[in-house]
């Protein structure tokens, strides 16, 4: 999967994705939820699904 449609996979979720980068073999991922919460995000390139997640409220 490449990084635009990992964004899109993650603005479907709810997200707005404010910024994606290769980070080793994944992709990091910065994001806001409908909350306006800040999302850090590693996503596995293969399925698009999170392997780890930090908030900010």
């Known amino acids: ?3 635009k449609g990992v964004s899109n996979q993650l603005e479907k ?4 994705v404010k910024r994606v ?4 073999s994944c992709y990091e991922v910065y994001a806001l939820d409908k909350k ?6 590693v996503v596995n390139p293969v ?3 999170p392997v780890s997640e930090e908030v900010n409220e």
């Open 1 to 3: 999967m490449q990084d």
């Open 13 to 16: 979720q709810g997200y707005q």
């Open 21 to 24: 980068k290769t980070e080793g």
């Open 36 to 41: 306006g919460n800040r999302h850090e995000m």
């Open 47 to 49: 399925n698009g699904k």
